[in-house]
């Protein structure tokens, strides 16, 4: 559905609407090329943490078909999941949740500690695990990609559905293939006249 010019989305809901193609900042939104984009899981694992409390499952993400994959792909990386894996139990996390690993970027996802039904998110650069800043433009922050929003959505699903943490720890998100199979549509979108 294409919106006839002047109309926000939400316009069929609540009336008419200006469209404005400026944040409150004044700066024109730019879209910014985006390149392809297939993930595929490529492992899984349960990680006890060194408090004896503490547990993380992982997810082993690899980004394939692009340029540079040795970036992107875990069997054509350097650093290997047990490199990750050694890295991440000296971290010092502690919760109970999850993990989305690629080889150029972790998330970290626990149940939060001061309120169990929201998910809290940690980045850091897979290498080192040192600290990953995902802010974007605008004020906004990076959510998930296809493959994280995907397993995210499980895990949650997981956790919301089951009555003890050892339920929630017995289940593990079978999604494996994520393809998206146009990265240019938004730029189409919102360069058409």
């Known amino acids: 559905m294409r919106l006839a010019a002047g109309m926000a989305a939400d316009a069929l809901f609540r009336g008419p609407a200006r469209l404005d ?31 004896g409390k503490s547990v993380f499952k992982v997810y082993y993400i690899s980004v394939i078909g692009r340029d540079k994959p040795e970036l992107y792909e875990w069997p054509r990386c350097a650093r290997q999941p047990a490199d990750f894996e050694q890295a991440f139990l000296s971290g010092g996390h502690e919760g109970v949740g999850f993990v989305v690993a690629f080889p150029h970027v972790a998330k970290i996802y626990r149940f939060s ?29 990076e959510l998930a990609c296809y493959a994280e929003a995907v397993i995210v959505a499980d895990e949650y699903r997981a956790w919301a559905q089951r009555t003890t943490v050892d339920a929630y720890l017995a289940f593990h998100s079978d999604a ?3 393809p998206v ?10 360069n058409a006249p």
């Open 113 to 141: 500690p001061e309120m169990e039904t929201i998910l809290d998110v940690r980045e850091f650069n897979t290498e080192g695990m040192s600290q990953r800043d995902c802010s974007r433009c605008d004020g906004y922050h």
């Open 181 to 190: 199979v146009a990265s240019t549509k938004l730029a189409t979108y919102w």
């Open 176 to 178: 494996a293939d994520f």
């Open 21 to 51: 193609r400026r944040h409150p900042g004044g700066c024109i939104m730019r879209i910014v090329p985006c390149r392809t984009y297939h993930a595929q899981t490529v492992g899984r694992t349960v990680l006890g943490m060194p408090d």
